[in-house]
């Protein structure tokens, strides 16, 4: 219970300065505004200089942004443009390579046809042999063996 006196008579004591406490302090203020009006003014100018000097940072900020955007813009053109010859290049060389592809099965085609057409031939040794007939080139080369 003493504890709570002692709390109730603190804060009592500090209501009452603050109230007597205030008009000291306005005096004080009447007194020095002339000071502190000085001193507002030059707080004053100094904060539209830095605003000042912040607005021109910020327009060169912005110069410089939009200058990158450009920049960019610019460069994701010209990689666009890159990847479309690529791709472009890339789809010749496709098409060149099966032109190639289907040149050569071509030629294997007509190899395989000439290959089976000449299994069907008759020997010309065989024809000779068959018809009794020879040739000054077979009788020949008949000579030449018996020789």
Request: aromatic letters at 2%.
């Amino acid at each position: 219970m003493t504890m709570t006196k002692l709390l109730f008579v603190s804060i009592l004591a500090l209501l009452l300065m603050g109230f007597h406490g205030a008009p000291l302090q306005a005096q004080k203020a009447t007194q020095s505004s002339g000071t502190d009006t000085k001193s507002m003014k030059s707080q004053m100018e100094q904060m539209h200089t830095q605003m000042e000097q912040m607005r021109t940072q910020m327009e060169q900020i912005q110069t410089l942004m939009k200058d990158n955007m450009a920049k960019m813009a610019a460069a994701d053109a010209a990689m666009k443009s890159h990847m479309e010859t690529e791709q472009a290049s890339m789809k010749s060389q496709m098409e060149l390579q099966q032109a190639m592809l289907n040149q050569l099965q071509a030629m294997t085609d007509h190899m395989q046809t000439m290959t089976d057409r000449m299994a069907m031939m008759p020997d010309p040794m065989e024809m000779h042999k068959k018809t009794g007939a020879t040739t000054k080139k077979d009788k020949g080369m008949a000579d030449d063996q018996k020789k």
